[in-house]
């Protein structure tokens, strides 16, 4: 059995904290930045620091997306690797280190900007995600970074213009085309990547997981318990997304029906 010592916690094998905390302190940097520009527009004015985070959100949520799909979609042998809970992966330092940065970054904005980014829920996915990515960089299935802190960041894309549009109404009356885009490329994003696409790598995850326990049980006991917390909340807000897609196709057919209706009392 292999206890990890503090300074392992600390500084994992696979952490380059110069990459890591340019990534976090840049990020932290840019938000008041936007923030002044943001403060200047009509759109934006009432509350500029909550539409500062979402634009700053942008950065780290395209990155990862793009480097996850590029490595899912490249060279097929990292697929091919034998031992997937402890192998090296090449470039997964850079996408998990992001991935934390972009956690940790969020857990402070949240802190400090108050609600409506404050809530017990987000705090949770936060901490949880972040843990999860700061623990991976000792070594371990790092090769689910490539799904779990790459490829499902797309749906954040359309989520950040979304989250726009409920803070800020007005750019829902500008742009209604826009933001029904978004809403539905949202949903069914979340529904293949965060719940169906989910689950298998998620179980698959926690098998190889469990190879490690051996050597370092309360890792590992770590790991698993955020990786069922972070997918508890997924299956959560899935819910939410199913039944809003529901409730919209009821609304729809209900409308159709009564157009319906009318027609054919002209």
Same mark, same amino acid.
């Given at each position: 059995?292999? @206890?990890?010592?503090?300074?392992s916690?600390?500084?994992? %094998?696979?952490?380059?904290?110069?990459?890591?905390w340019?990534?976090?302190?840049?990020?932290?940097?840019?938000?008041?930045?936007?923030?002044?520009?943001?403060?200047?527009?009509?759109?934006?004015?009432?509350?500029?620091?909550?539409?500062?985070y979402?634009?700053?959100? /942008?950065?780290?949520?395209?990155?990862?997306?793009? /480097?996850?799909?590029?490595?899912?979609?490249?060279?097929?042998?990292?697929?091919?690797?034998?031992?997937?809970?402890?192998?090296?992966?090449?470039?997964?330092?850079?996408?998990i280190?992001?991935?934390?940065?972009?956690?940790?970054?969020?857990?402070?904005?949240?802190?400090?900007?108050?609600?409506?980014?404050?809530?017990?829920?987000?705090?949770?996915?936060?901490?949880?995600?972040?843990?999860?990515?700061?623990?991976?960089?000792?070594?371990?299935?790092?090769?689910?970074?490539?799904?779990?802190?790459?490829?499902?960041e797309?749906?954040?894309?359309?989520?950040?213009?979304? @989250?726009?549009?409920?803070?800020?109404?007005?750019?829902?009356?500008?742009?209604?085309?826009?933001?029904?885009?978004?809403?539905?490329?949202?949903?069914?994003?979340?529904?293949?990547?965060?719940?169906?696409?989910?689950?298998?790598?998620?179980? /698959?995850?926690?098998?190889?997981?469990?190879?490690?326990?051996? @050597?370092?049980?309360?890792?590992?006991?770590?790991?698993?318990?955020?990786?069922?917390?972070?997918?508890?909340?997924?299956?959560?807000?899935?819910?939410?997304?199913?039944?809003?897609?529901?409730?919209?196709?009821?609304?729809?057919g209900?409308?159709?029906?009564?157009?319906?209706? %009318? @027609?054919?009392? %002209?």
């Amino acid at each position: 059995m292999k @206890d990890p010592t503090l300074s392992s916690l600390l500084s994992p %094998e696979h952490l380059d904290p110069t990459f890591f905390w340019g990534w976090t302190l840049g990020l932290l940097a840019l938000m008041p930045l936007v923030a002044v520009v943001c403060k200047r527009s009509r759109t934006f004015a009432s509350q500029p620091m909550v539409a500062a985070y979402d634009l700053t959100t /942008l950065i780290p949520v395209v990155t990862l997306s793009w /480097l996850g799909f590029r490595m899912l979609l490249g060279d097929p042998s990292v697929h091919e690797i034998p031992t997937r809970s402890s192998a090296f992966v090449e470039h997964t330092p850079e996408l998990i280190m992001i991935q934390a940065a972009y956690q940790v970054f969020g857990t402070v904005a949240a802190v400090l900007i108050g609600p409506p980014l404050r809530t017990t829920t987000m705090i949770a996915h936060h901490v949880a995600t972040g843990l999860t990515a700061w623990l991976s960089l000792q070594g371990h299935c790092m090769y689910y970074a490539i799904y779990f802190a790459g490829v499902v960041e797309l749906t954040n894309i359309p989520l950040t213009f979304m @989250d726009l549009c409920m803070y800020f109404p007005v750019l829902e009356q500008r742009y209604p085309g826009v933001s029904t885009a978004a809403r539905l490329s949202f949903a069914l994003g979340f529904i293949a990547l965060r719940v169906l696409g989910w689950l298998p790598v998620c179980v /698959l995850y926690l098998r190889d997981l469990r190879v490690l326990a051996p @050597d370092e049980p309360l890792v590992v006991g770590i790991m698993a318990t955020t990786a069922v917390i972070i997918t508890g909340l997924q299956m959560f807000w899935g819910y939410k997304v199913v039944r809003g897609l529901v409730d919209v196709i009821l609304q729809s057919g209900v409308k159709r029906d009564s157009g319906r209706h %009318e @027609d054919t009392r %002209e």
